[in-house]
């Protein structure tokens, strides 16, 4: 700090100016640091929550994944299977759209497909599903025990269900939203549309 | 409504081995690729005189079911049921969100373009049945689609 005592008498005391000064600057500092992180985001926000932080599962090709092989890029990761009429191709349809909507940032966007029915879901069908939707996405999956334990860290649900001499499954639809450090940082809901999700995930880079 | 009523009819009979009584429209199936042995079938039906929809077939899979798609909270559910209602006059839509015919054991890769020709029985309040014969339209597996059919039937 710089008090002098001595120079009281000679002119008006310089303190105001700097109390002044300093409130300014404490004012501009609360905004700009308000904006990372910013306070809007359509999705919902679970930063810090200590559960969907990683996963250690395999992707189509044998290779095994977690959320630090993804580091630098924006990740949006859902639990499905292939075998299902709605909400996984409806998911997939819109996570597509989101690449188209993020334009030339979609290179910094992934998809990951964790499916629940590891059974079924061969490395090549998971794959050829996937791409269906967009060249870029990626599907994982691990043994049943693994599945299991994915899905608990993640509290999302699934249940196989019984359907004739075949079984169709019963699943959560959230997605989960990680930033470029590879941080879980938000959940997106189905009912949300893909502009919504891409303004989130642009946030989420503008932010890194 | 008169006129209307007595217009279904007719026009169903044009249609090869349609049942005059029902008619469906927007018939499509979400196309699929190699080793994908499910997937979902969805149109419109409309029984004249009420009924309800309590099978269908096709060549194309081993077996059609009957399912309903709700949404608890954030967790999809499927369930089987044994009929869907078709009350008198009344158009269902039977879409990806709600209703549908589930075809299991598909037996080739179903691509956008292709018609997969279906049976479907409707069963009135007397217990008779009747069937239907639909085309349906394969749409790509990756097309988007909302809560409405196909568009482009017509």
Redesign the interface.
Known sequence: MTENPDSKAARPPAWPILVAILAIAAFLGVLLHDRRPPAHFHSIDITGAGYADDFHLTDMDGHPRSIADYRGDVVMVFFGF??C???C??E???S??VMRRLGPSAPRARMLFITIDPE?D?P??LR??VH???PGFVGLHGDAATTAATARRFKA?YQK?P????Y???????TYLFDPQGRIRLVA??DMDAGAIADDLRTLLDAA | MQARLRLIPILAAFAATTHAQVTVTDAWIRGTVAQQKTTGMFFSITSVKGGKLVAAATPAARELQLHDMSMKGDVMTMRQVSAIDLPAGKTVRLEPNGLHVMMFGVAHPLSAGETVPATLTVEDAAGKRETVQVQARVEALGAPHGTSAGKGAH
């Open positions: 292939t075998q009429p709605s909400a191709p409806t997939l349809a819109r597509a759209e079924r061969t090549e069908l050829n599903y269906a939707f967009h649900f269900v359907a004739g001499d075949s169709t499954m019963d699943h959560s639809t959230l809901r189905p």
